[in-house]
């Protein structure tokens, strides 16, 4: 049974394995970060937020210092579909950002009904407005 983990992950019950969704690979081990099995690219902040004021007439411009903040992006090294992008300090490892518990994880879904989509939550309906005019 493959259980969704997030918009690019899956993971496999059976074989324990992190799997992409696009391409289908089996990536490694779910009981390990699934960072472990991806491409990595880190790439300079001003790629991504580029400085608003020029930087040849000003030190501050308003964009990340890549001395500072790196962006990392991990992709499935199969079809390199984007699975992860985090802000880090340049030589920080990758973020342990999902730890779940595959024993648990199969006693949960034992008697489920796999899922060949994931599931949304409802439409958000936002709540009607109380303000009164002049205060509360």
Known sequence: MRVFITDALIIDLES???????CDTELGS?????????????RDPKEIHAPIIDPNKYEITFAPDANWVQIVEYYCPHCARLA????????????????????????QWAEREELSEPVMGPEFVAPPHHHKKGGH
């Not at 324990?16 to 696009?22: L, Q």
């Not at 973020?95 to 994880?105: P, T």
Request: with cysteine; proline share 11%.
């Open 16 to 22: 324990e394995n992190w799997v992409c969704r696009s």
């Open 84 to 107: 992860e992008a985090e802000y880090l300090p340049p030589g920080h490892p990758p973020a342990h950002d999902i730890e779940l518990d595959i024993d648990a994880l199969k006693k």
């Open 30 to 42: 779910a009981r390990e970060s699934y960072k472990h099995f991806m491409k990595v690219r880190p």
